[in-house]
């Protein structure tokens, strides 16, 4: 299918839901595909061509909606008091991966998106218009919203690559492409974590943990994310203080807090109370507190009864009124990135085909596809707020590996026995005997 630019979409209000904006990624501004030799600098282009197909706003509310219903489900699975992840990470990695598959692989990816069509059509039309709208500037201001994206094949794989795959990538999410040799294990591991970092400002210094490739690693496909806005108006450190915090696990301790008169859009929506916080261009810090009957226990309780659609419900009720000047008061908070596999959660939410050797890849490896499949998927997300904005980073990889030789069964003498010695011909035993303790000599 041939892709070029789209008309632009009605632009998506990214501040309705901090975790599906802030933590954002999408992958872009690399240009066409190309496939350098080991150590060389690929090539930049322009950054990549809108499909073709129609993009309505029905579509991409849908999609919107269910970028939400993933990053709720993955916050979910996130175990500790604080976390945050960043859903359009997953899904633009994991929209990569459909770009190269068929079959059950291809549809359970796109079941997250929706059934049928629809889910097809979010994933190659949908989710590439939104992110570049989240990559738009604003007022002529420059997006605080960097990304990168790359696909590093082994050479071993390079040739049988097909240049449909390539293309489609470059097309959807702007990636290029880049051999490097997984033979060399830590090399390449090293090579690609440096990239991340330097596409993260430093944050996520370890995507890809020790074991995550090795030597039978074919492809691993990777995203990166940095987010840095000022506030609208920035707050005065100096009237910074601490303020008493009541925690999720019950108990009160004072924390460093932002204070300032000023004025807040704000609703309560299902007895949620909501504060919007802008940045200096397109995007918003959206706070949603739990109504103080709920207790310790409610965030906990907010985040079970959310869905996806929910956000567009926020997002509405924040524009409709006139925002109220306040004493507004919110602790500083800052997370850092810590990368981890989300293979077994996004195999909960019915992406199972593409991690087993049923997985259908040939359209990423031609003819070197039997028995790929996808290894593990890897996240790390990260956000600080201060006085002066926030700082966002999140970067995701999925490493895709060769049909698994089952090992031989085990015969390890590891307990007390008898030998014979014995003639092979006639069996005739020459020599008896039995070993209890093979650590004596007697």
């Known amino acids: 299918m041939t892709e070029s630019r789209a008309p632009a979409a009605t632009p998506v209000r990214a501040g309705a839901a901090a975790l599906a904006t802030l933590a954002a990624v999408s992958l872009g501004a690399m240009g066409p595909a190309v496939l350098a030799a080991p150590g060389a600098k690929p090539t930049a282009a322009a950054a990549p061509a809108a499909p073709s197909m129609k993009t309505d706003a029905a579509a991409l509310r849908a999609t919107t909606a269910a970028l939400g219903d993933l990053g709720l489900a993955l916050l979910r699975e996130t175990p500790g ?29 796109e079941a997250l998106f929706g059934t049928g069509r629809a889910g097809a059509h979010a994933m190659r ?31 071993t794989v390079a040739k049988a690559v097909p240049l449909a795959f390539k293309r489609r990538l470059a097309q959807r999410h702007g ?16 090579q690609i974590n440096r990239w991340t970092a330097e596409h993260t400002a430093g ?17 691993t496909l990777t995203a990166a994310l940095h987010f840095r806005a000022a506030w609208d108006k920035p707050f005065d450190a100096a009237q910074t203080e601490p303020r008493p915090f ?73 524009v409709s009124p006139q925002p109220v000047r306040c004493s507004f008061a919110m602790p500083k908070f800052s997370f850092a990135p810590k990368a981890g596999s989300i293979k077994a959660a996004l195999e909960r939410l019915g992406v199972k085909t593409a991690f087993t050797e049923k997985a259908e890849l040939r359209p990423m490896l ?34 895709v590996k060769p049909k698994t030789l089952a090992a031989p069964p085990a015969c390890a003498v590891d307990r007390a026995f008898a030998f014979v010695v014995m003639h092979r011909a006639s069996g005739v035993p020459v020599f008896i005997g039995r070993v209890g303790d093979p650590a004596r000599s007697e």
Do not use: C
Not at 135 to 153: F, M
């Open 81 to 109: 008091p604080n976390a945050v992840v960043s859903p359009l990470a997953v899904a633009t990695v994991l929209g990569m991966v459909q770009s190269g598959a068929t079959g059950a692989t291809e549809h359970e990816i």
């Open 125 to 155: 039309v949908s989710l590439p218009a939104l992110s570049a709208q989240l990559r738009e500037g604003n007022d002529g201001k420059k997006s605080p919203l960097q990304q990168a994206a790359r696909v590093w094949i082994d050479p």
């Open 203 to 219: 944050r996520v210094a370890e995507l890809l943990p020790a074991g995550s490739i090795g030597p039978s690693t074919q492809v």
């Open 366 to 399: 031609g003819r070197a596809a039997p028995g790929s499949h996808v290894d593990d998927v890897h996240h790390a997300a990260g956000i600080a707020i201060d006085e002066q904005g926030g700082e966002a980073v999140a970067a995701a990889a999925a490493t």
């Open 246 to 318: 009541q925690a999720a696990s019950g108990g009160t301790t004072p924390v460093p807090t932002l204070n300032d008169e000023r004025a807040i859009a704000q609703a309560v929506v299902d007895g949620t109370q909501l504060y919007a916080l802008p940045f200096a261009t397109a995007y918003d810090l959206v706070v949603a507190m739990p109504a103080p009957a709920a207790g310790s226990a409610g965030v906990d309780t907010l985040l079970k009864g959310l869905t996806g659609a929910t956000f567009a419900n926020w997002q509405a009720a924040l």
């Open 175 to 190: 990636a290029d492409a880049v051999v490097v040799s997984f033979a060399e294990t830590e090399a390449a591991r090293t």
